[in-house]
């Protein structure tokens, strides 16, 4: 094979296949070009195949990428590796418990079992649902935890704790806790120690006084603590102390946790059993029930064990992911590659020390695995650093910034303890280096940002690198802004619409603070208790002012139209059916539209959730922005919109830093959960109920208030967010603020210019959020038809064989032959979706692996669950036939049109020839520079037919007898 020569370090890694080694991957450094070259030096030698070697990823989108890279330098090839493991933690859990994980639960004292059926629930907002609706029975179940209910604000926060704990290896158990778990729910009083004795010291050699004593000069301040809390002078000392009193470590740090912690330990098992019970795990729980499972079962543990194990992307891993890596291993045979500076995804419980601390975390974990038992071969660890430090992504001065961003005071007067000698120094492997770095400051911050990107399009100061590694001119769809917050980069979409300025976000958008969420959450008031509110914003919307929509309220008079429409969704029973009607009366389309509805429709199809609890849901969104994926489009050049977390992986030629600003970055803190698990102080509670006083009263704890002081602060998290973005730039940086820049760009050496920004009005001739070119909406007329109205039903029922509904005709026509019925092969579609789409979803039936086989075996643009429409004429008038398109492939010569079918015969072939060929014409018409093919993909055997789509003169002789037949 060939390809790239891998430089010295490069080589060293992919040569060193033998031990245990721990690689330093800066950004850009060639991580996954030698990773993937290692794998296949691994498994292309004699007596070792891909089922010997773990090579763990933390995205499905990472993974498939490995296995295309893979296949470019081994000897193996896509349907080869189709079932390797090269698969995320979650999802090599998942496969390990539907092999060996039946009893997994009998290890925790539980007698459910987790069976071959058991669902992964990877829908937050399904699982909150879920989680609402257990912790409302286990209220009603468990009165003597009334004090615990009264403290807490949001159910929502034990789900978080919960996921926390299982992420540390924290455990609950029938009768207690699994091993050692509450002794670190207990937390460790010496390491404590050393934190409060560093905050307590007095500074200038004892003539000033201590971070600690000053910071609580703020102690009780909002604060509503229980009578028999201490004062602030009690508890910082009298006037000229320069430290508090060393006992005030042991009185804050050993209150009585018992209660707390038996409370916890109930919802956390009782939780589980409704899971299991309900047939459904979450992610943390297939790694729980893993890490058990492998704990516990030597037979399971030797057969699951690997020969090679490999993690990638290192510094996202949780301590339990850690201690699984060691697990899993059946030698010493380790090796991970990350980079710390890089850890951002500590809300996802990603814990930096595991790369920061990896010798010791190493040895100590190992340590821990064997305090029982010979569980894993790693003992005293020396592990072989290996540093990758030539940079093929940015210039030199872009890499000297980023190097100052990591080392940057996030607030004033804030000293960083992360020195630059830390970071590994990478060279550029630029062909040239004309970075600009600059900063652009004015009040309307929305608008110097996209007038600062006009000025730089076209611009020969800001040239880029082109394919022929010379300058070339800088166009919009090089640049990419980025934002710590959703909420700006929405705002900053809403100004550049009306410029008509390209600009598309992608990334997770807050779902129900959209425009479709707030006139779905309206109507569903209407049509509840609460219709004032509702009529107030559906009247809004229409046009009415203010004064207007008082005296319609007053009156009850409201529009024709609306009242009318008020009564159809009255008659409607499913909550789906509901937001589909308010989507399409007001023309949401879209992926945003699109992702509500799925919402909408998972959370009434998975839980008992009423169109009361749907407010409720819709509600909580809105206040907390709950977030899902969507990516729009602008067209091919358009500069892009995203926050620092989703451009994670990428890079772009320019980068624009937007809304650095004082309290937007770092964002203010925002107030903590009730009830939180931290290092090395344990479970802690931050409010309580009690009746101490002259009423009952939820008061604020006042250790907690102490304790967090002595704790470190996010802001080292703060920085790698920053250093993240600047490393996707290539060649150019812009920062960009309004009236208050942070401490970030204060620090920074950039210099900032106040701008007066005059953004031009675009004309591009074309809407700024294209659909793709296939995505056609219906033409003004009428619909007749779907292409399962042409079909001929008694095929089906000839056969006996009952299907899935597409998503385009309802329940109604079923006609989709599969004798395991509408649910499974429903299930199979939205598999099929999911992983097209790069969710992290794993195959649970032989249909969804053929799937999976399929679609990584196939190049170029993927589009699934897609609308297409074709108008026809039939005898003198103008008619529809919509569908769904369950699979469009594009590429450079072809458009492949592809529908799955779980039927066990090809009796229905015929008919579904007549779904394709709708299809057919309708992208055939819109490509007509590329043939189009249309094909069958059964995934009962994973073979794929290859359908001769229908004339048109036959598609009118269809939509007339299916006319003559309803007439």
């Given at each position: ?698 008061y604020d704890d006042w250790r907690h208030d102490v304790i967090r002081r002595c704790l470190p602060r996010a802001d080292d998290e703060e ?249």
């Amino acid at each position: 094979m060939t390809g790239p020569t891998p430089n010295d370090a490069q080589r060293t890694l992919i040569e060193s296949t033998e031990g245990t080694y721990l690689v330093d991957a800066g950004p850009g450094t060639g991580k996954t070009f030698a990773v993937t070259r290692r794998y296949g030096r691994i498994v292309d030698r004699a007596g070792v195949d891909p089922d010997d070697v773990l090579l763990a990823t933390f995205t499905r989108s990472a993974a498939t990428e490995m296995k295309e890279r893979v296949v470019d330098h081994s000897e193996y090839g896509v349907r080869e590796l189709a079932d390797a493991p090269i698969r995320t933690f979650h999802s090599h859990c998942h496969e390990l418990l539907r092999e060996h994980g039946y009893a997994a639960p009998t290890h925790l004292g539980l007698d459910e079992r987790i069976t071959g059926s058991t669902r992964v629930v990877d829908d937050e907002l399904v699982e909150a649902e879920r989680f609402r609706e257990f912790f409302g029975g286990f209220r009603d179940a468990h009165p003597e935890h009334a004090a615990f209910y009264r403290a807490l604000s949001d159910p929502g926060e034990l789900l978080d704790l919960i996921e926390k704990l299982a992420s540390k290896g924290i455990f609950p158990a029938a009768d207690g806790w699994y091993r050692d778990g509450e002794a670190h729910l207990d937390g460790d009083f010496e390491v404590f120690k050393e934190r409060f004795d560093a905050a307590n010291r007095p500074r200038n050699d004892g003539r000033k006084q201590s971070p600690l004593r000053e910071d609580l000069s703020r102690f009780g301040r909002g604060k509503t603590y229980p009578p028999d809390a201490p004062s602030k002078s009690e508890l910082r000392g009298g006037r000229g102390t320069k430290r508090l009193d060393d006992d005030v470590a042991r009185d804050v740090f050993r209150e009585d946790r018992e209660a707390l912690k038996s409370f916890v330990r109930e919802v956390y098992v009782e939780y589980l059993r409704f899971a299991l019970r309900r047939n459904y795990l979450n992610f943390s729980f297939l790694q729980l029930f893993a890490f058990v499972l492998l704990c516990e079962d030597e037979r399971a543990r030797e057969a699951a064990q690997f020969e090679y194990v490999m993690v990638d992307e290192f510094q996202d891993t949780s301590e339990v992911q850690f201690k699984l890596a060691l697990l899993l291993s059946a030698g010493r045979n380790l090796c991970v590659v990350g980079d710390w500076k890089q850890s951002i995804y500590s809300f996802q419980y990603a814990d930096v020390r595991n790369i920061l601390d990896f010798e010791d975390r190493l040895e100590r974990f190992a340590a821990d695995l064997n305090a029982d038992g010979d569980r894993t071969s790693f003992g005293a660890a020396d592990p072989t650093r290996i540093e990758l430090r030539e940079n093929y992504r940015s210039t030199a001065s872009v890499i000297d910034l980023s190097e100052r961003a990591i080392a940057t005071p996030a607030s004033s007067g804030e000293t960083v303890d992360a020195p630059l000698d830390d970071v590994v120094e990478l060279s550029s492997n630029a062909a040239f280096d004309n970075t600009v770095v600059e900063g652009v400051a004015h009040e309307d911050e929305h608008e110097a940002v996209l007038a600062t990107v006009q000025e730089i399009v076209g611009n020969d100061e800001y040239a880029v690198e082109g394919e022929d590694g010379e300058p070339r001119l800088p166009e919009y769809g090089d640049v990419a802004v980025f934002t710590r917050t959703r909420a700006y980069g929405r705002e900053l979409l809403g100004v550049a619409d009306e410029y008509g300025f390209p600009m598309a976000y992608d990334g997770g958008v807050e779902l129900f603070r959209t425009d479709p969420a707030k006139l779905l959450l309206a109507w569903l008031r209407v049509l509840e208790s609460d219709a004032d509110r509702g009529w107030a914003v559906i009247l809004e919307e229409t046009g009415y002012a203010f004064d207007e929509i008082d005296r319609v309220l007053e009156t009850g008079s409201y529009p024709a139209d609306a009242a009318a429409f008020r009564d159809e969704l009255r008659d409607l029973t499913s909550v789906g059916a509901v937001a589909r009607r308010v989507l399409d009366r007001y023309g949401f389309s879209g992926d945003t539209a699109d992702a509500l509805l799925h919402a909408v429709q998972s959370i009434h199809d998975a839980t008992t959730a009423t169109r009361g609890d749907l407010i409720r849901l819709v509600e909580r969104g809105i206040e907390t922005g709950s977030t899902v994926d969507v990516s729009a489009t602008a067209g091919d050049d358009a500069v892009t919109v995203q926050t620092i977390h989703a451009a994670k992986g990428l890079e772009y030629p320019i980068v624009v830093m937007a809304n650095m600003n004082e309290g937007r970055f770092p964002p203010r803190a925002s107030g903590s959960s009730v009830f939180e698990y931290r290092d090395p102080v344990g479970l802690r509670q931050r409010k309580l109920y009690s009746e101490a006083g002259a009423h009952p009263h939820v008061y604020d704890d006042w250790r907690h208030d102490v304790i967090r002081r002595c704790l470190p602060r996010a802001d080292d998290e703060e920085r790698r967010l920053l250093y993240v973005a600047v490393t996707r730039a290539e060649s150019h940086v812009v920062f960009a603020a309004g009236e208050d820049p942070n401490a970030f760009l204060d620090g920074l050496p950039v210099a900032v210019e106040t701008v007066d920004p005059s953004v031009e009005p675009l004309d591009r001739g074309e809407p700024a959020d294209a659909e793709p070119p296939f995505a056609v909406t219906a033409p003004d007329g009428p619909v007749g038809h779907t292409p399962h109205s042409l079909m001929d039903q008694t095929v089906f029922e000839e056969t006996g064989e009952r299907t899935e509904a597409g998503p385009e005709v309802g329940a109604a026509a079923e006609n989709e032959a599969e004798t395991r019925g509408m649910a499974f092969g429903s299930q199979v579609h939205d598999f099929a979706e999911a992983y097209a789409l790069g969710d992290d979803v794993t195959p649970s039936n032989d249909h969804e692996r053929r799937v999976v086989e399929f679609l990584d075996g196939l190049s170029g643009e993927l589009y699934v669950e897609e609308p297409v429409t074709l108008p026809i004429e039939v005898g003198g008038r103008r008619v529809t036939v919509s569908g769904i398109a369950d699979l469009v492939r594009v590429t450079d010569d072809r458009v492949d049109v592809v529908d799955y079918k779980t039927d066990d015969t090809r009796r229905a072939q015929p008919e579904y020839r007549k779904q394709l060929s709708v299809y057919y014409h309708v992208l055939d018409d819109w490509f007509g520079d590329r043939a189009v093919r249309t094909s069958l993909f059964y995934t009962g055997d994973g073979t794929r037919e290859p359908i001769e789509p229908l004339g048109l003169d036959a598609l009118r002789s269809l939509v007339r007898a299916a006319d003559s037949a309803s007439d």
